[in-house]
């Protein structure tokens, strides 16, 4: 399977601010996808990010929070903007492969205070 | 909407035992589903995935799938302490329509097996 790296591992961060993490594939990728867990939650979907297309946002996610950029098939970013503690989570990528099998990165760890 | 419950546990067999995990899902299309594990501080790790037509078997692990009911099962045989973690279940999306490839997670299962 794919080696997914993501940056940073973790950031502590002041409210109002803005973070963008980095998410890097060892190999070309049609689909990825990006996913919020909040302390003590399951994964929830923010958005998918095809190359050549914006990206494509779930109910409650709006491009203005969470904007998304895929330049090419082996990288994406997602940045977390204007942050409140709320924002406090942990925000993963994944890609898919072999059909509908997901593979996730090892994760931002996002403290906003 | 589609929707997967599971019960959050906490789940507590012991070493040994065979610890039995459930997640009902809503949606009476869905052709496939997905297994992970998730230890304290890390991501998501797919350990087992099955599609509608049967059953899965892989090492200690096997899948199984209730289509009239609804719900599918993760059975962990010989359970170990390493074993302990928490267990997600996701629908993904139907192949062809907007949804493909988004995976729905149920809220997990907290497994502790203890020595």
């Known amino acids: 399977s794919a080696v997914i790296s993501q940056k940073p591992s973790r950031d502590i961060c002041q409210r109002g601010t803005s973070l963008t993490i980095q998410c890097q594939v060892d190999?070309?990728?049609?689909?990825m996808f990006w996913y919020r867990q909040q302390p003590g939650q399951s994964l929830t979907l923010i958005a998918t990010?095809?190359?050549?297309?914006?990206?494509?946002?779930e109910s409650g996610f709006v491009i203005d929070k969470f904007p998304i950029s895929r330049p090419n098939l082996t990288f994406s970013t997602l940045t977390v903007s204007n942050m409140s503690p709320e924002d406090s989570s942990i925000y993963l990528c994944?890609?898919?492969?072999?059909?509908?099998?997901?593979?996730f990165g090892p994760g931002t760890r996002l403290l906003v205070l | 909407q589609k929707e997967v419950e599971q019960n959050s546990g906490p789940l507590s067999v012991p070493e040994g035992a065979i610890a039995s995990l459930n997640c009902t899902y809503s949606d009476r299309g869905s052709q496939s589903f997905f297994w992970y594990r998730q230890y304290s501080g890390k991501s998501p790790e797919l350990i087992m995935f099955?599609?509608?037509?049967g059953d899965k078997e892989d090492g200690r692990f096997t899948a199984q799938l209730n289509k009239a009911s609804q719900y599918v099962s993760l059975l962990i045989r010989d359970s170990q302490p390493s074993d302990s973690a928490t267990y997600l279940c996701a629908v993904p999306g139907t192949a062809g329509g907007t949804s493909y490839g988004k995976l729905t997670f149920g809220q997990g299962t907290i497994l502790t097996v203890h020595p």
């Open positions: 190999s070309q990728v049609t689909m």
């Open positions: 994944s890609l898919l492969a072999g059909g509908e099998t997901q593979y």
């Open positions: 099955i599609y509608s037509n």
């Open positions: 990010a095809n190359q050549g297309s914006e990206a494509t946002y």
